[in-house]
């Protein structure tokens, strides 16, 4: 085997020490020379998060069709039509994350965005109208004790 190696990025006939190993070529090692793959990477992820900005677009739309059948323009269409704010108590996120597409474990459609706490408290009540129905009820026979003994 040959002790030196052309990089195909910069022409330069270089010791195969600089290139990195890669079991899928005929030689082993890596077509770009490790400091060729460095500047690419430097260029690739530059500090002002353009590329990185992109691949987490990529990422979140992936992640929404294959887990709400939706796509990302889909759930920016939803965000804009209810003016950035949870369906049920009308606030932005407090965790100031995005909102969470709250949707039936059973048929999977879609019900609307909701903040961690409303997708959280919905969750934990099984998404049973019912329960919320009765911690509704409770808390309002427990507010209405609670000043009925005040006065």
């Known amino acids: 085997m040959s002790q030196t190696k052309v990089c195909k990025k ?13 079991k899928t070529t005929a030689n082993k090692l890596q077509t770009y020379c490790k400091e060729c793959r460095r500047t690419h990477a430097k260029q690739k992820y530059k500090s002002d998060g353009v590329y990185r900005e992109i691949k987490a677009q990529k990422r979140m739309d992936r992640h929404k069709r294959a887990t709400y059948g939706i796509s990302e323009a889909e759930y920016v269409a939803m965000l804009a039509k209810q003016q950035n704010k949870c369906t049920i108590c009308n606030n932005l ?21 909701l903040c961690c706490n409303c997708n959280r408290a919905i969750g934990m009540m099984q998404d049973s109208p019912d329960l919320l129905i009765k911690a509704a009820e409770y808390l309002k026979g427990a507010y209405e004790k609670h000043y009925d003994r005040t006065s």
């Not at 910069?10 to 890669?22: A, E, R, V, Y």
Request: glycine share 12%.
């Open 93 to 113: 996120d407090p965790s100031g994350k995005r909102l969470a597409v709250d949707h039936c474990h059973t048929t999977g459609i879609i019900r609307g965005l």
């Open 10 to 22: 910069c022409g330069i006939d270089k010791p195969t020490t600089n290139f990195s190993p890669l």
